[in-house]
Structure formats: C-alpha cells, structure tokens
C-alpha cells in the first residue's frame, strides 16, 4: 500500500543524482487539516504531497508531484474513512525569469478515478508570488470546472503572508464548494518552513442552501537538494 514516507525516501534518492543533469528542485508538504462545520460535524485529514522537477532545456522542463490524503478521524463514528492518491505532470515553460506557464494533466484515485486538464502559472514581482490555475476534472461521476489562485508576500526574510482561493464547480446542478483562507508561513531555514492558514468553506450540493464551515490547516514543507525553487508549482486535489 502506498504510504506517506514512500514520498521522502523516493524523492531524497532522487536529488542527488539529477543535481548534474537538469534537476531544478524537489520539495515535500506533509499537512493536517481539520474541517468544522460549525454545527458539530468535524472530520480530519493528513496530507503529504512530493514535487520533483527537472529542467530539460534552459525553458522548458516537467515537474511530477505524487500525493497521498488520509481521512483520520471525525465526530461521526459511522462515517467510512476514505484515501485519495495522486500523480501529475507539470510540462512547463518559462516565458521569463520570473513567470513560467504550463499545462497540467492529473489523476487521482477520488471517485474512483479523476483526470484534472489544466492551464497553470507562476509570476513573481518582487516579494509577491503569484500562482494560480485553471482546468476540467474528467469524471465519470462528477465533472466540474477547477479554479485555483494563491499569493504569498514576504513581509521579512523569514514570514511569508498567505492567501488562497480554491473552488471547484461541478457540472448538472450538482453544486460546489469553495475554500477562501488566509495564513503565514514561517522559514526556520532556507529549507524548511512551517505554516498556518484558517480558511472558510462554502458547500453547496445543488441544493438552494449552502453549508458553511471552517478548515484550519498546518504544515510543514521541506526542500530537497537545496532550497526549495519559488517557481516550482504546488498543485493539490484536497482541500
């Protein structure tokens, strides 16, 4: 069964080796999540994602990240605990230092399996990076349209401010979700951080009500082969 620590001892064997041919980063997130809906309903998830990327000419390259999500505990006891994988390919281009484009196929073992098509970019100006996406999730069950933005600024060398917006919108009045958070993220050093974020969920299931709740997550990403490249893309499927 694939397992959380498989992503560190892959990735750690791989930095080494490609350092000479084109490696440009690799980095690991390991994540807690916890989502209250405010009406005594919470159930939490650990979160550990990889990327890899690989430079094979001076613009263009492909960076591959694998996930694994857990569901660990919740307030209901009868609710079944699922796991979600993933893999995706990042095929990039960069159009300038400091911007890079590419597009993204993805797959995922959520509903028993989804594809994710997407256009995706990073620009940084100064302190302020900006990384966002936009896609179709291919699913035999629920099809929907994907938009990601997030921004991070660095308010001194080692606090970074957060801000994300995730929604995901599903085809035949099937409804949405969308997840709007705020957070900081502290460098210990040039290869790990730790960070923050409270988010708000809005849940809607084609119904004319929504559900509202909150999503308070923590972190830690830690750079392999050095310190993690801002450019590299941080793709997720989960919350």
Do not use: C, W
């Amino acid at each position: 069964m694939f397992k959380p620590y498989h992503l560190a001892t892959a990735f750690s064997l791989l930095a080494a080796p490609l350092a000479a041919q084109g490696f440009e980063g690799a980095y690991l997130d390991f994540q807690y999540q916890i989502y209250n809906d405010g009406e005594g309903f919470t159930i939490d998830q650990a979160e550990a994602i990889a990327h890899a990327s690989y430079g094979i000419s001076p613009n263009f390259g492909v960076q591959i990240t694998l996930g694994h999500a857990q569901d660990v505990a919740s307030s209901d006891p009868g609710l079944e605990f699922r796991s979600t994988n993933l893999i995706a390919l990042h095929t990039y281009y960069d159009i300038a230092p400091t911007t890079r484009v590419a597009a993204l196929v993805a797959y995922d073992t959520y509903n028993d399996g989804d594809y994710l098509y997407a256009l995706e970019a990073v620009h940084i100006a100064g302190d302020l990076r900006i990384e966002g996406r936009v896609g179709r999730f291919d699913s035999a069950f629920e099809p929907a349209t994907l938009v990601d933005l997030m921004l991070s600024y660095s308010a001194t060398p080692a606090l970074d401010l957060r801000a994300a917006l995730h929604n995901v919108n599903y085809d035949n009045g099937l409804g949405f979700y969308t997840v709007a958070s705020l957070g900081l993220s502290y460098n210990v050093t040039q290869k790990i951080a730790l960070y923050a974020d409270y988010g708000f969920m809005t849940n809607n299931f084609g119904d004319p009500d929504s559900y509202n709740g909150s999503l308070i997550s923590a972190g830690v990403t830690i750079a392999l082969g050095g310190p993690r490249n801002p450019m590299m893309f941080s793709y997720s499927p989960y919350y």
